[in-house]
């Protein structure tokens, strides 16, 4: 089953890695669908440019 994630590289550095958007449990929140992820950032007043601008979306396997 494919979800989806959101990262950004630490400090806008990619050679820094990646820091996820985390749940309560400070694991990974994943999204069942791509439609998911972009209606729970709208909740921050990002539009989707902005989004696509400032975020990586990622396919995980779960």
């Not at 400090?11 to 309560?24: K, P």
């Not at 994943?30 to 601008?53: A, C, G, P, V």
Request: proline letters at 2%.
């Amino acid at each position: 089953m494919v979800k989806y994630c959101v990262s950004r590289p630490i400090n806008g550095i990619s050679l820094n890695g990646n820091e996820y958007l985390l749940d309560s449990k400070l694991m990974i929140r994943t999204f069942d669908t791509i439609d998911e992820l972009r209606d729970y950032l709208s909740l921050f007043n990002m539009s989707y440019e902005e989004m696509m601008d400032s975020f990586i979306i990622e396919e995980i396997e779960v």
